[in-house]
């Protein structure tokens, strides 16, 4: 089991750049592979991307493809999201979800979420 803690969310304008950081006190964070989903309001939780425990593998949804990139440094047991040139449809609630398995999903253990507001 690991307790996720996401952080860096905030408000930017549209155009800009955000870094969130998901991090997790258990040294097993390390071995667990890490997603990224978000939230809008009024809309369903959607998949953004996710990573496998080495970093070796990652996966985008193709709106996010080229502007977002997923990182991990295991000795730092984090996991970054970084996201440039930002649009006001990528205001949501992040989450960061881990699972000891699966990259795709679906994840058993989730965070609180950071929120991301983009302005026009």
């Known amino acids: 089991q690991v307790h996720l803690v996401e952080s860096g969310g905030g408000l930017v304008q549209a155009g800009g750049s955000l870094r969130l950081s998901c991090s997790a006190s258990?040294?097993?964070?390390?071995?667990?592979?890490v997603g990224w989903y978000r939230q809008a309001p009024g809309k369903e939780r959607e998949y953004v991307t996710s990573?496998?425990?080495?970093?070796?593998?990652?996966y985008y949804v193709g709106s996010v493809r080229g502007r977002f990139t997923i990182s991990r440094d295991n000795a730092k047991n984090t996991v970054y999201l970084q996201m440039n040139s930002l649009k006001p449809e990528d205001t949501a609630v992040y989450f960061c979800?881990?699972?000891?398995?699966?990259?795709?999903?679906?994840?058993?253990?989730w965070g609180q979420g950071t929120q991301v507001t983009v302005s026009s």
């Open positions: 990573i496998s425990w080495s970093g070796d593998r990652t």
């Open positions: 979800a881990a699972d000891p398995h699966r990259v795709a999903g679906p994840y058993d253990f």
């Open positions: 258990e040294r097993t964070f390390s071995t667990y592979a």
